[in-house]
């Protein structure tokens, strides 16, 4: 079975800009979680979404948006980027309550 | 709100010996606890889970022990290797649902050979 696949693996943007990051769960995963890792540091929450409803948002400003699809893939978006959101965005799924697989994830860097 | 300490922050050992790493969490009231891995630059590999009632689990040379009153959980691995140097992560999900996972900083791991 595949794992779970993100795209793109790199973009580089501007101040101002904004960026759609995309990502496919393992198969038969219904849950998908975003985290925002910055260098040097662990992975931050960002959002959960499960069965196309959002489950949870950790403490990002309202710039930072998510939705998951029928298929229960997930797009992240990030409007008015600042130089702050340069980071690794990672996706996890999983059957609910159990463990969490990663994908690759997508370096984002904001010149 | 919780928080999550990995001790130490880095670690160099020689090949072949055995070592300990640490996680603290200060809510104990978790439902459960994973260890992951990190190669520079990549996304996190997904090493053991650990069920909130559950003490120990173990997978080929790794083991991980949880002490959920004491708010502890330590990853052993043994006879270590240098493709095992890495960023050991550990990671906590809150008992009052949904999948937020709270991480620690990481322990960066270099195996000398």
């Known amino acids: 079975d595949a794992g779970v696949t993100q795209s793109p693996t790199h973009l580089i943007k501007t101040r101002g800009q904004q960026v759609t990051l995309r990502c496919s769960p393992i198969s038969g995963h219904k849950s998908v979680s975003w985290y925002q890792q910055v260098l040097g540091q662990g992975p931050q929450f960002i959002f959960q979404y499960y069965e196309k409803e959002e489950r949870g948002r950790g403490n990002f400003p309202d710039r930072f948006s998510a939705r998951q699809f029928p298929n229960y893939s997930s797009e992240l978006n990030v409007n008015a980027l600042l130089l702050g959101d340069s980071a690794l965005y990672l996706c996890a799924s999983s059957l609910e309550g159990n463990e969490q697989f990663f994908g690759p994830g997508t370096r984002l860097t904001v010149l | 709100k919780q928080e999550v300490t990995q001790i ?79 960023t050991y992560l550990c990671a906590v999900r809150g008992g009052s649902g949904g999948n937020k996972l709270v991480f620690g900083a990481g322990t960066i791991l270099r195996v000398k050979s």
């Open chain 2, 8 to 86: 130490p922050a880095a670690l160099s050992v020689p090949e072949g010996e055995n070592l300990v790493l640490n996680c603290s969490f200060t809510d104990s009231a978790i439902y459960n606890l994973q260890w992951f891995r990190q190669d520079p630059g990549k996304g996190l590999t997904s090493l053991l889970l650990i069920q909130s009632s559950q003490r120990e689990q173990t997978s080929g040379r790794l083991n991980a022990s949880l002490d959920k009153s004491s708010g502890r959980s330590t990853l052993y691995i043994a006879a270590s290797q240098p493709g095992d140097s890495a």
